[in-house]
């Protein structure tokens, strides 16, 4: 009787693990600093990199998923591999342009791969090896959500965006508690200066935003004043986040005098930025 009970438990045991979901976090390389770096994995560690260089997916797929990929990627050693020159410090070399990191129930294992989930990249052994079979493509294939986020081509969505912007403000208009932004900042034509305000502080005397006489504080406040400005700020919020779930909304100054930029957070403005040209 204790022989059958030990079967059971173990054969349970073994059908909660195949039912089981686990993590994975997917990263693709928008685009790149001028001078480098070439690896991924470093924009990842670079304070203040924003959407427009680096986007991520965070889903949640089953153990099958993961246990066919990591064997498609032991596999992968025995394909066609060409040296591939990147590290951290390389400047203009080959960029290492998107990268999986699996969290399972035993580790977590960083994939690295070129080409857009294309190639495997392997930095122990600075090469990559061609998929020629597309097995790649096919595994990804079986998350939809995972192969939508390989597919979109966000500088596309990006340039489409930005040529729609519309809406502007006069400079007059912009007022910190009160005063018009000509008040407080000497402004002179052809210099450059940046302003940033707090909007959330947990002291009394934090600086408020004041557009057209009305105070901003949420998006949709920016939204009322700026309605061209709503398509824009739907593919921010649902592909431009970064990993905290932070996104900007950026509006020009008439006359091509600057830019005002919304730090966002879940529909609530945490800091603006004020740049004059």
């Not at 402004?187 to 302003?195: G, L, V």
Request: glycine letters at 2%; one cysteine or more.
């Amino acid at each position: 009787m204790k022989y059958f009970i030990f079967i059971f438990f173990s054969i349970n045991a073994f059908s909660q693990s195949q039912n089981s979901t686990f993590r994975i976090e997917a990263f693709k390389l928008i685009d790149e600093f001028s001078d480098g770096p070439c690896f991924i994995k470093s924009y990842l560690e670079i304070e203040g990199v924003t959407s427009v260089y680096l986007q991520s997916l965070d889903l949640n797929v089953d153990v099958k998923f993961i246990s066919e990929l990591k064997r498609i990627i032991k596999k992968s050693k025995k394909w066609k591999s060409i040296k591939f020159d990147c590290s951290d410090k390389c400047r203009g070399c080959d960029t290492v342009d998107s990268m999986l990191v699996l969290n399972d129930s035993i580790q977590n294992d960083t994939l690295y791969f070129v080409d857009n989930f294309s190639k495997i990249y392997s930095p122990k052994m600075q090469k990559v090896y061609s998929d020629e079979n597309q097995k790649l493509k096919k595994i990804f294939s079986k998350s939809e959500e995972l192969n939508q986020f390989i597919k979109m081509n966000f500088n596309v969505i990006l340039d489409e965006i930005l040529r729609k912007k519309n809406d502007s403000i006069s400079i007059h208009s912009i007022k910190i508690n009160d005063k018009s932004i000509y008040e407080i900042f000497e402004f002179t034509e052809n210099k450059s200066q940046i302003i940033k305000i707090n909007q959330i502080s947990s002291s009394k005397n934090y600086y408020s935003l004041k557009i057209n006489n009305q105070i901003l504080k949420k998006e949709n406040e920016i939204l009322e004043l700026f309605p061209d400005l709503k398509i824009e700020t739907n593919y921010r919020k649902r592909l431009f986040k970064d990993k905290d779930g932070n996104y900007i909304i950026t509006v020009k100054i008439a006359d091509n005098l600057g830019w005002i930029t919304f730090d966002m957070n879940e529909e609530i403005i945490q800091n603006v930025e004020i740049s004059l040209n």
